[in-house]
């Protein structure tokens, strides 16, 4: 599968770059990918919720009224969780929301999400380029040169360059990464991929071991 290698003025610079079938071509497997999307989501999850239960409380254990002849329900202490200011029963707890999925699974996920932009021609790649300083202008300037100006987009770089990072960090619809930070929910998430020419070479190497 050949692509056409854009400049970031969104010209054609007259090369091709070969996206490996294994990668970009595969059948999508959609369960691979829903549960590794959802170990990301459930891996942002603190987990630190925590609510007081009535032996946490503090406050009297002392029966505050008669167990009976009162014409209401038997109560014991002001702990009890009916009454305002008492504990919570099965409240949360501070627990791990942490899920294992296996190498291989992830590694099937990304293909298959890589796979799915690659069917939806979603896809461009540009030749590596840098800015000379940070400036959202000049990234809003190569997102109207790519025509993904509308589009919620996710710009792959083969190596951190901070100029580029810290010109798109300010637009709500634009996320820059490096290679390395690729997941199965960041490329799913985004409608359509930039990817630096060299990137495509470290994601080939990455997903192909």
């Known amino acids: 599968m050949k692509v056409a290698v854009v400049d970031i003025n969104g010209k054609d610079t007259g090369r091709t770059v070969a996206l490996d079938k294994s990668i970009f071509g595969v059948e999508p497997n959609e369960h691979a990918v829903y549960l590794d999307v959802k170990?990301?989501?459930?891996?942002?999850?603190?987990?630190?919720?925590?609510?007081?239960?009535?032996?946490?409380?503090?406050?009297?254990?002392r029966k505050i009224k008669?167990?009976?002849?009162?014409?209401?329900?038997?109560?014991?202490?002001?702990?009890?969780?009916?009454?305002?200011?008492?504990?919570?029963?099965?409240?949360?707890?501070?627990?791990?929301?942490?899920?294992?999925?296996?190498?291989?699974?992830?590694?099937?996920?990304?293909?298959?999400?890589?796979?799915?932009k690659a069917k939806q021609k979603s896809i461009t790649v540009?030749?590596?380029?840098?800015?000379?300083?940070?400036?959202?202008?000049?990234?809003?300037a190569a997102l109207s040169a790519l025509g993904v100006a509308d589009k919620k987009s996710l710009w792959v770089l083969g190596s951190p360059n901070q100029?580029?990072?810290?010109?798109?960090?300010?637009?709500?619809?634009?996320?820059?990464?490096?290679?390395?930070?690729?997941?199965?929910?960041?490329?799913?998430?985004?409608?359509h991929l930039v990817l630096a020419e060299s990137a495509v070479a470290a994601i080939e190497a990455n997903l192909s071991k």
């Open 66 to 116: 008669k167990q009976k002849g009162t014409g209401t329900a038997r109560a014991g202490s002001i702990k009890n969780p009916l009454f305002r200011g008492g504990g919570r029963v099965f409240g949360p707890r501070v627990r791990s929301y942490n899920q294992k999925v296996n190498k291989n699974v992830k590694r099937l996920a990304r293909k298959s999400a890589f796979s799915l």
């Open 163 to 191: 100029n580029v990072y810290l010109s798109g960090r300010n637009l709500t619809s634009t996320e820059v990464l490096t290679n390395d930070e690729l997941n199965t929910y960041k490329i799913m998430n985004a409608q």
């Open 126 to 140: 540009v030749e590596d380029f840098q800015f000379d300083a940070p400036k959202t202008k000049s990234f809003q």
């Open 39 to 61: 170990q990301y989501l459930a891996h942002q999850r603190q987990g630190t919720h925590k609510a007081k239960e009535r032996a946490e409380i503090v406050g009297s254990t």
